[in-house]
């Protein structure tokens, strides 16, 4: 039975996601996760059901923190330049996406031209 370190039921979430397994929610009666329970839903495949299932027991429940902001710089600078340059695309993708109105001062500012946001076809 391990203990649900804070945090780690979300990262759970997540990690079932990434792995496209369709669940409505999780239910933690006693923040261990011995007695987790994965909603599925209807279209979920037995092999899904069993990858979530065993990820409960394989899952590292222990809580985490976020290492120090160096050891991440020192890491991002032993990457090839390749691999730098889409980092920072996708963490320049995720600010625009999270913050509009600065996203579009700054490439007002730059006098860049691009989109950030589009029609929803679904209105």
């Not at 987790?36 to 809580?63: G, H, M, P």
């Not at 320049?92 to 500012?109: G, H, P, S, V």
């Amino acid at each position: 039975m391990a203990a649900i370190g804070s945090g780690r039921l979300q990262d759970f979430e997540t990690y079932l996601r990434s792995n496209a397994i369709p669940f409505t929610g999780i239910s933690n009666p006693d923040s261990t996760s011995e007695n987790l329970v994965i909603d599925f839903t209807a279209e979920a495949t037995a092999e899904q059901i069993s990858f979530a299932t065993d990820a409960i027991t394989t899952f590292d429940w222990r809580k985490r923190r976020m290492i120090a902001r160096n050891t991440i710089v020192n890491t991002l600078a032993s990457l090839a330049t390749a691999q730098q340059n889409a980092i920072l695309r996708h963490v320049c993708a995720a600010f625009i996406r999270a913050n509009k109105a600065e996203a579009l001062d700054i490439l007002a500012t730059l006098q860049q031209n691009v989109p950030i946001d589009e029609v929803d076809p679904n209105p």
